[in-house]
């Protein structure tokens, strides 16, 4: 059975920073591409960072690009997401997927980020 566990979420002030973290199992984790997806209330799911399976290939979002950064541990089965100079539109349900070959693809139940002051 394929999981993906997120975790890190929580609340913090703007300009403050946040660490997530996704675990995964029961899937043969160098294979798949790794992203971090987030959704806002009343807003539709948007992509925050990739990275490819080899994890020399990297993208963002234009609204978090130079404030995020996404790594992984192929060793470890975990992919990262910093998040730093956090802004009230960051906040939102953030959520770690998993891709592999377009074919198959899975989702973490989320965990949730308020940037508020």
């Known amino acids: 059975q394929v999981r993906l566990v997120e975790s890190g979420g929580g609340l913090v002030q703007p300009g403050g920073s946040l660490r997530l973290s996704c675990t995964a199992s029961g899937l043969t984790y160098r294979l798949y591409d790794m992203s971090w997806y987030r959704q806002a209330p009343g807003k539709e799911r948007e992509l925050v960072a990739a990275i490819a399976s080899a994890g020399g290939t990297t993208r963002y979002a234009d609204s978090t690009k130079g404030r995020f950064t996404i790594s992984r541990d192929n060793a470890k089965n975990t992919v990262d997401l910093q998040m730093n100079e956090l802004k009230p539109e960051d906040t939102a349900l953030y959520f770690c997927?998993?891709?592999?070959?377009?074919?198959?693809?899975?989702w973490g139940q989320g965990t949730q980020v308020t940037v508020s002051s």
């Open positions: 997927n998993a891709v592999w070959d377009q074919r198959l693809e899975y």
